[in-house]
């Protein structure tokens, strides 16, 4: 298979092979979004010794040892079976061994360990035995290229990335993976000769996100909705066994994050600390809740952003994994149903076109647009040091004052804030009169409530575009469509 989009962090692998000094790189980002396919595709067929080992999910030392050993053996010793030492520092005493005695002093060895955090098993002296051999051997020598790679993004940033002991500020370089847009995974699946308009792949988004792993089995001469009746509601489907895999394979006690993730799932607009402590019947404001906030965050599962105008208020939270809101919304409800056996054949054709999803799809579409800001700050010409943020106004109880909410909204260098309304119809979208009568005391309980003094400019984000009326010639700046985020 092709290697599809990637194109910055294929100039930074480069750029880590050519150069002439050692190099410690640390890759990461969530399960299946492509970590090892992307070493791999890069490094298997260069002119270099390539030694790749991946750790084994809750296996004991002495099995990741065995592994380790194993393909010593392989890479340097035309396959020779090696004796097994009793620790990691003996391991990697081996490994070095292995490089000085085989490889040439003009050849390059790249060090690929996968799934780390998995062969760091507990009171393992892994990660002391890496920081003895960085530092003593391996950092001073510039035919080392050395990659360590996790899903378990929290993990890599702790313990790598951000190490307070012997591997502090070793990491030369490091890359975050993250899920394809709309554009690459058009072009991930036209590799797979599925032509699909871009309607069609932005529904598959909703329900998959840019996971490419998500989206091999999809087949030829199919709609985006029979793909996902097949990928999700079919006994023993990918996406209906993935949730339970995806969150143990990340995270220890991982029934607490799901949980933390369902109470942010109820709350489509955003929802903050406090709010979430409340709702939650397994987390405590104790504990380690900020933690695992930013863990969800590091992981792609979540964004937090500071209300502009509420800053005492503290963070707000919002899920963006388009593939937890799906499973929590349509998947789980049939749980029961899909454990016994498949549902129908059609079934999600029948729920896609029902009220409910398409409300549920208007609530996707925020969170793709959410995560397509360059491209919308691309079409309507903003900076990237705009401020892009949501925001709402919730009256007290019993107040007579109306509320407001904002989708998105851009605060600019340019002493101007841009505002967004976000609509996915499946027609283009008809500003009507009472509409235009809304979007005016929105901006005006936006005004008044954040006293500020700046232009005001009114966006609609609409996939299809909008109807030319004498109200949106009035109030409507620009318009961004489906087109502009698949750009």
């Known amino acids: ?103 040439p002093k003009d050849k390059k060895v790249v060090l690929f360990f996968d799934e780390f955090p998995w062969m760091a098993t507990h009171k393992s002296g892994l990660l002391q035995a890496l920081e ?15 990659i360590i790679c996790g899903s378990s993004a929290s993990w890599i940033i702790n313990k790598i990335i951000n190490n307070k002991g012997g591997l502090h500020n070793r990491i030369t370089r490091k890359i975050h993976l993250m899920p394809f847009n709309l554009k690459d995974t058009a072009s991930l699946l036209a590799n797979q000769n599925i032509n699909l308009n871009h309607k069609q792949i932005t529904e598959l988004y909703m329900t998959t996100g840019g996971v490419p792993y998500y989206l091999l089995p999809a087949e030829k001469n199919m709609s985006a909705t029979q793909i996902v009746d097949k990928l999700a509601f079919q006994q023993n489907s990918l996406l209906f066994e993935e949730f339970d895999n995806l969150f143990s394979s990340l995270f220890e006690n991982s029934e607490t994050y799901v949980e933390l993730l369902r109470v942010i799932a109820k709350s489509h607009t955003g929802i903050g600390l406090e709010e979430i402590v409340n709702q939650s019947e397994q987390i405590s404001r104790g504990g380690r809740i900020i933690e695992r906030l930013k863990e969800l965050e590091d992981t792609g599962f979540i964004i937090s952003f500071m209300p502009h105008w509420h800053k005492k208020r503290g963070k707000y939270y919002r899920l963006i994994d388009e593939y937890t809101s799906f499973y929590l919304d349509w998947i789980e409800p049939v749980r029961n149903t899909l454990q016994k056996g498949s549902l129908e054949p059609g079934y999600w054709l029948e729920k896609h076109n029902s009220p409910t999803w398409y409300n549920w799809a208007g609530y996707a579409f925020e969170s793709i647009c959410y995560e397509h800001l ?6 309507l010409k903003i900076s990237p040091s705009a401020i892009a943020n949501g925001w709402r106004y919730v009256p007290a109880p019993k107040s007579k004052e109306t509320g407001a909410q904002i989708d998105l909204l851009f605060e600019r260098d340019d002493d101007t804030i841009t505002i967004c309304e976000i609509k996915y119809t499946t027609e283009p979208f008809s500003i009507t009169k009472d509409y235009a009568e809304n979007l005016k005391n929105k901006i005006a309980i936006f005004k008044e409530k ?38």
């Not at 991946?54 to 396959?79: A, H, L, M, P, W």
Request: hydrophobic share 40%; proline share 1%.
């Open 1 to 103: 298979m092709n290697l599809i989009g990637r194109n910055e962090e294929k100039i930074t692998l480069e750029e880590f092979f050519q150069s002439d000094r050692p190099e410690f790189l640390a890759i990461y980002g969530r399960r299946r979004i492509g970590k090892t396919f992307l070493i791999k595709q890069i490094f298997a067929e260069k002119d270099c010794f390539f030694f790749n080992v991946t750790g084994v999910q809750n296996g004991k030392i002495s099995t990741q040892i065995n592994r380790f050993i194993k393909e010593i053996g392989k890479v340097f010793y035309q396959g020779a079976e090696l004796k097994e030492p009793e620790s990691w520092i003996d391991t990697f005493d081996m490994l070095s061994d292995a490089i000085e005695k085989i490889v």
């Open 132 to 146: 003895h051999r960085w530092n003593h051997s391996w950092s001073n020598d510039k035919r080392i290229k050395l």
């Open 374 to 379: 360059k491209q919308i700050r691309k079409k």
């Open 450 to 487: 954040t006293r500020t003094k700046k232009q005001i400019f009114l966006v609609i984000i609409s996939a299809n575009g909008i109807k030319n009326t004498i109200y949106s010639d009035a109030l409507i700046q620009d318009v961004v469509t489906l087109e502009d985020l698949f750009k």
